[in-house]
């Protein structure tokens, strides 16, 4: 494919490139980055519902789970189980924030790599554990592995990727974590089978593939010409531009890099800097698209969807496939995001998808709530069940193709380069406080809100769906180092961009617009 773009952005510039081979290599080795977080989220639900693994570490849920229960809804509930969930979500809040110096000052690599270090030792340490401490170290440090991993990678695939089809390849690393998690469901599929402490050890223990993935991918990976430039290698950034875009034709590119690095360089301290109200957007954007995507509720179906099925009635065998089944679509779903994101825009699948949520949740709790009653003592019987696998699967779907992706790629497109790493440091410890928060809470709060849960996260959906569609101007096409103007084309943000961050007055691009 060759040739330049049309941008629909007014004051908006075009570069010329091919899509070249090597682009795309990296690009989808880069992506790796998210088998490791995807890996982590598909394997805890499995593995907290097997029961060897709860005999040895937290009898008292087994105990609790055995014996008959008045409320299926609070089968679950246990603030020391949740921990294990939840714990590596902390952990890799405070290694992003870490991750961000790294990033800039050594480069998206080495974050890459450090995310794959830290996240193998761990893995070492849950597949041999022999006691709840070495279970909870473990976790903490696949937590650092994840925070390193998600503030690097989608920075380093929105910076290589070329601006028309930067969504694309940026969707490169949800595609990564669906397939992380899908892969992860079907070993637990397996191990749940196993006798004794052997099957837990395995989910836990493979955590290791795709660590070293990481590890050797980062190794083997250029850095991108943004941050090769950052760090003053400028010749070496003018030849991998060169040889990404495909063309000699990159002197208009580069001249904006340059032009995007000279201005951050007077950026001492992107942490005080993006509090100057000309961040506004981007730390307002940085901080809700997060919170947003999580309070989807989209980790109450990806951690604990085998703890779901089960409450609902399922055996254990019959939830880890139904976990399977919602995965696979899931999967599927996120590559109508890959291959429409550029054309059909960032807006167009926030708004749809968010409306497909919506109805599905609300019919979730309505089919739940009926079915099952308040008290949680109801029966639901195979159709119903099927009813609610296919409901849960609309919904997956909305989310593979809206916040899913998008959570993670319009944070990483949208901050200039001075204020780029701590922008996205914030986006990934937002998102991973608040799945801290779903994971640690949701078992507690399925047992007091019981089906009313799904309406609770419907209420956010409703409200993040008029969010974006008030506040987050399109972004798609749009080369990295120009997103300034778009900020100022918007009726509510150009107020906060000052006219020389553009060179062209809000009027102008408003009259160019028109
Ligand atoms: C979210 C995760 C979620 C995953 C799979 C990611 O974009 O950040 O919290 O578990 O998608 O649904």
Redesign the pocket.
Known sequence: MAGGFVSQTPGVRNYNYKLTPKVFVTCFIGAFGGLIFGYD?GISGGVTSMDPFLEKFFPYVYQKRKNAHENEYCRFDSELLTLFTSSLYLAALVSSLFASTITRIFGRKWSMFLGGFTFFIGSAFNGFAQNLAMLLIGRILLGFGVGFANQSVPVYLSEMAPPNLRGAFNNGF?VA??FG?VVATIINYFTAQMKGNIGWRISLGLACVPAVMIMIGALVLPDTPNSLIERGFAEEAKEMLRSIRGTDEIEEEFQDLIDASEESKQVKHPWKNIMLPRYRPQLIMTCFIPFF??LTG??VI?FYAPVLFQTLGFGSKASLLSAMVTGII?LLSTFVAVFTVDRFGRRVLFLQGGIQMLISQIAIGIMIGVKFGTAGTGNIGKTDADVIVALICIYVAG?AWSW?PL??LVPSEISPLEIRSAAQAINVAV?MFF?FLVAQLFLTMLCHMKFGLFFFFAVFVFVMTIFIYLMLPETKNVPIEEMNRVWKAHWFWGRFIPDEAVGVSAAELQQKAV
């Open positions: 989220l949800q974590i669906i998690i995507q999580q989209i980790n990806t899931e989310f899913g959570g993670w998102n799945t």
